[in-house]
Antibody
Framework: QVQLQESGPGLVKPSQTLSLTCTVSGGSISSGRYYWSWIRQPAGKGLEWIGRVYTSRSTNYNPSLKSRVTISVDTSKNQFSLKLNSVTAADTAVYYC?????????????WGQGTLVTVSS | QTVVTQEPSFSVSPGGTVTLTCGLSSGSVSTSYYPSWYQQTPGQAPRTLIDSTNTRSSGVPDRFSGSILGNKAALTITGAQADDESDYYCVLYMGSGIWVFGGGTKLTVL
């Protein structure tokens, strides 16, 4: 059974960089059949797709966040990561990592449990 | 930027049928957008219900079904139960590697 687990600081100061890692277990991140995404959800609000990475290290980002986001993959550790720079209080949210099944049925089939990141001084 | 639209809230009686929709601020939703649906209860990660318009995920009861109705994707719950009370999100693939979520529908069963 595939499992995803987010990790990283729960508190980030304004203007600094938010860094999170998603560790994948039960399957190889290198399989090439999937994309690996980050999605966030501010308290009481809806889901927002942030971006995704493929094992080839190609990436796609939400245009509204593109200037501040970097998503990378470390196949040796079976992990992928999110960096969001110049954060403000508006970036306070639960951040989820998710696997996107990309073999003709594009959708998010596995999700992490989510991790709350608060931006505050 | 294209906005994906969902009803903010909906209510259904136990045993009743409800259809939630997922549209576009401009244009029509088709199967090419790979519409998928997710159920979320407070404090939990989203659970995948439907993908590729109408494919139920493993373990999802058959009272949940997906379709294209007119110019929107739709999630229909037939015979609603109390534990279907949740937030429901759709997401559409816009092409060029971009996904956009709808704002979600809060479903009340009462």
């Amino acid at each position: 059974q595939v499992q995803l687990q987010e990790s990283g600081p729960g508190l980030v100061k304004p203007s600094q960089t938010l860094s999170l890692t998603c560790t994948v277990s039960g399957g190889s991140i290198s399989s090439g059949r999937y994309y690996w995404s980050w999605i966030r959800q501010p308290a009481g609000k809806g889901l927002e797709w942030i971006g995704r990475v493929y094992t080839s290290r190609s990436t796609n980002y939400n245009p509204s966040l593109k200037s501040r986001v970097t998503i990378s993959v470390d196949t040796s550790k079976n992990q992928f990561s999110l960096k969001l720079n110049s954060v403000t209080a508006a970036d306070t949210a639960v951040y989820y990592c998710a696997r996107e099944n990309a073999e003709g049925r594009n959708y998010f089939d596995y999700w992490g449990q989510g991790t709350l990141v608060t931006v505050s001084s | 930027q294209t906005v994906v639209t969902q009803e903010p809230s909906f209510s259904v009686s136990p045993g009743g049928t409800v259809t939630l929709t997922c549209g576009l601020s401009s244009g029509s939703v088709s199967t090419s957008y790979y519409p998928s649906w997710y159920q979320q209860t407070p404090g939990q990660a989203p659970r995948t219900l439907i993908d590729s318009t109408n494919t139920r995920s493993s373990g999802v009861p058959d009272r949940f079904s997906g379709s294209i109705l007119g110019n929107k994707a739709a999630l229909t719950i037939t015979g609603a139960q109390a534990d279907d009370e949740s937030d429901y999100y759709c997401v559409l693939y816009m092409g060029s590697g971009i996904w956009v979520f709808g704002g979600g529908t809060k479903l009340t069963v009462l």
